[in-house]
């Protein structure tokens, strides 16, 4: 067998585990819970694997290139184990004080998610892709690869903000009147945000909070929701 023919097996056993992390790892969050993210995170997951994807492929033909083996079955084998030990590394979802103890070139910053809208800086449109930098978006990429960032959500829809106390209060029990499964209520200020915001339902993952705004900005009384995130930043 040729060198140019190992290093052929050896790439597509790069890419065969590359295959088993996507299917076994992160399906659910690309495919089956596309709704609930972000395009943002969407595109990150496509920056990780472009670029990822063609690294593990050379290791696994590399692998197999220096390799004394001649039988293809065992050629592949370890192709597929050199990047193997990496997708196995960085399968699942890591928690955020996993992830503040790694170096910040290879992942995002990591930001708590506070049950509480008043920290919340607004989300008008999640479906559109933000601006950033190349460098920002590798980092977000990789940092998907890797288990950071990639999972879906959740979402504060607010629909009004008010200086005054009493009328945030009226404004949510107006909305109740019409539709009150929307479940209105007040929250409360925080130093420095002296507005007090009217959110309707409860907490929600993207499709969810998404749907909620559009019953809400169906009422007469809600001319505009957005979402918020609740991160810290």
């Known amino acids: 067998m ?28 690309v495919v089956a819970h596309a709704s609930n993210l972000t395009a ?16 593990l492929m050379f290791l696994g033909g590399f692998v197999a290139w220096i390799s004394d083996e001649r039988k293809r079955i065992k050629i592949v084998a370890l192709a597929v184990a050199a990047p ?5 590394w960085s399968g699942g979802h890591k928690v955020d004080s996993v992830a503040a103890a790694l170096p910040g070139f290879l992942i995002p910053t990591a930001h708590a998610q506070p049950a509480d809208p008043r920290q919340a800086p607004p989300l008008r449109n999640p479906d559109a892709v933000t601006q950033k ?9 990789v940092g998907v690869f890797f288990g950071y960032g990639g999972e879906p959500k959740k979402y504060w829809v607010i629909v009004g903000s008010f200086k005054d106390r009493d009328a945030a209060q009226r404004f949510a029990d107006q909305v109740n009147a019409e539709d009150k499964t929307l479940n209105a209520w007040v929250g ?5 945000n002296d507005y007090y915001p009217v959110i309707v339902g409860d907490y929600a ?16 009384s809600v ?7 609740g991160e810290r930043r």
């Open 40 to 55: 943002d995170q969407l595109l990150a997951y496509q920056v990780g694997y472009g670029l990822l994807t063609p690294i």
């Open 84 to 88: 193997a030990m990496i997708t196995t």
């Open 223 to 229: 001319k505009e929701a957005y979402l918020s995130t």
């Open 188 to 192: 409360v200020t925080t130093p420095g």
């Open 205 to 220: 993952y993207l499709s969810q909070a998404k749907d909620l705004r559009q019953r809400a900005l169906a009422t007469a």
């Open 2 to 29: 040729s060198s140019i023919e190992k290093a052929i097996l050896g790439a597509l056993g790069g890419f065969s585990a590359v295959l088993v992390k996507f299917l076994g790892q992160d399906y659910a969050h």
């Open 133 to 141: 930098g190349t460098l920002q978006r590798i980092k977000e990429g």
